[in-house]
């Protein structure tokens, strides 16, 4: 079992910068492509960006392409979201997501295709 924990959240005003860590003590983290995820009140879970267990492929979702950029450090068994030009209604629950994969150059972009999820962190942005 994969155990994944989020941590950089918390209140930023718009425009501001966060950048979310997702790190786990599994030893195989390469083996894995990871995502981030988001929930905002009432709405459904969203898709923000995803990279190749490798590394050397990145994906966006069309709303955050050129504010955020996600990265990774395998052998610190690390994974970041940089998110810069906040905006008010990205205020949501940000997750972090694992997903078994036999490649190393691509990731997932739907939810049902990830295997183990963090439990969140909470990003608010302020007018």
């Known amino acids: 079992q994969v155990q994944l924990v989020e941590s950089g959240g918390g209140l930023v005003q718009a425009g501001g910068s966060l950048r979310l860590s997702c790190t786990t003590s599994e030893r195989t983290l390469r083996s894995y492509a990871m995502g981030w995820f988001r929930q905002a009140p009432g709405k459904e879970r969203e898709f923000v960006a995803a990279i190749s267990s490798g590394g050397r492929n990145t994906y966006s979702a069309a709303s955050v392409k050129g504010r955020f950029t996600i990265s990774r450090d395998n052998a610190k068994n690390t994974v970041f979201l940089q998110m810069n030009s906040l905006k008010p209604e990205e205020t949501a629950v940000y997750y972090c997501?694992?997903?078994?994969?036999?490649?190393?150059?691509?990731?997932?972009?739907?939810?049902?295709?990830?295997?183990?999820w963090g439990q969140g962190t909470q990003v608010t942005v302020s007018s």
């Open positions: 997501a694992a997903a078994i994969v036999s490649g190393t150059n691509y990731a997932h972009t739907e939810a049902f295709n990830y295997d183990y």
